[in-house]
């Protein structure tokens, strides 16, 4: 194979759940830039419409479509549409998910007064209806396709090494972990070799889920944990969205054809430093 063709994408169908967030906008924009047509999903179209009209500007193809990961019959659905509409998937990134400020310990609020339902919806939006479901609903699909497919999950910093005051979130990146590596061994044994399943694992990007934890939400400033998280990266800085794209162009394409059931730290070096 030629070294110009591994990252090529042309005419691979990709599903990007969440992608009207700023991580999983990133990562469809990349798949689009090299060549998939790709499906952008989200909760409701207003921000996926912004990115799949973003990579329409840019020449590339892609369309938007409504899902909420914690309706199974929108996910349904969404699945038979895009089938419908773009042909068989060849590529899933699972990036939906996401903590809520309900589901975090603080000083106002212990352990032991988080709402149930709060962790309740944390770890379905992360784990159940954000990596399990749509593994479900489109890679059945996905086996039957000759040349196989790529299963790419979002994982977490929290994954390896829970994160303090996050308790859902880092518990349900655990899982997303365990189940990235068991799903990879269940597609390569019981249905095809072709099939690959792995994730990604961002260190600290600010996004919307995570801005009030980071930064002082009337100054700007980083909070004491902010600057903890920066002290601990040996690059000195948040993520950038487009730091993801790198890595999950290679797992989607034929460049990681021999690789599956493996979790990527994208992280600035944070996972590799003891501190010292």
């Known amino acids: 194979m030629q070294i110009s063709n591994l990252f090529d994408l042309t005419g691979k169908v990709a599903v990007v759940t969440g992608g009207g967030g700023s991580l999983g906008g990133a990562i469809a924009r990349g798949l689009a830039a090299a060549g998939a047509k790709v499906a952008v999903t989200g909760r409701t179209t207003t921000r996926a419409d912004k990115v799949a009209e973003a990579i329409a500007e840019a020449g590339g193809s892609a369309r938007a479509y409504a899902m909420d990961v914690f309706e199974k019959a929108t ?73 196989g497919g790529s299963i790419v999950n979002i994982s977490s910093m929290a994954a390896a090494q829970p994160l303090t005051r996050v308790v859902g979130y880092s518990a349900a990146k655990a899982a997303v972990d365990n189940f990235t590596k068991w799903l990879a061994v269940h597609m390569a ?10 994730a990604i694992a961002p260190g600290f990007f600010l996004t919307d889920q995570n801005r009030f934890l980071l930064t002082d939400e009337k100054t700007g400033e980083l909070t004491g944990r902010g600057r903890t998280i920066i002290d601990h990266t040996p690059q000195g800085r948040f993520g950038e969205p487009d730091d993801l794209v790198g890595a999950a162009l290679w797992l989607a394409s034929d460049a990681a054809r021999f690789t599956t059931g493996i979790v990527v730290p994208i992280d600035g070096g944070f996972s590799a430093f003891s501190g010292v």
Not at 109 to 128: A, K
Not at 189 to 197: A, D, G, L
């Open 75 to 147: 996910v349904a659905a969404c699945a038979q549409a895009i089938a419908e509409d773009l042909g068989d998937v060849d590529i899933l990134v699972n990036a939906a998910g996401g903590n809520r400020k309900e589901a975090t310990t603080s000083p106002d609020q212990s352990f032991f007064d988080l709402p149930y339902e709060s962790v309740r919806d944390v770890i379905t939006l992360n784990l159940v209806g954000g990596v399990i479901l749509p593994c479900q609903l489109f890679a059945k699909s996905m086996t039957q396709n000759p040349a």
């Open 189 to 198: 044994k019981e249905y095809s070799p072709k099939m690959r399943v792995n």
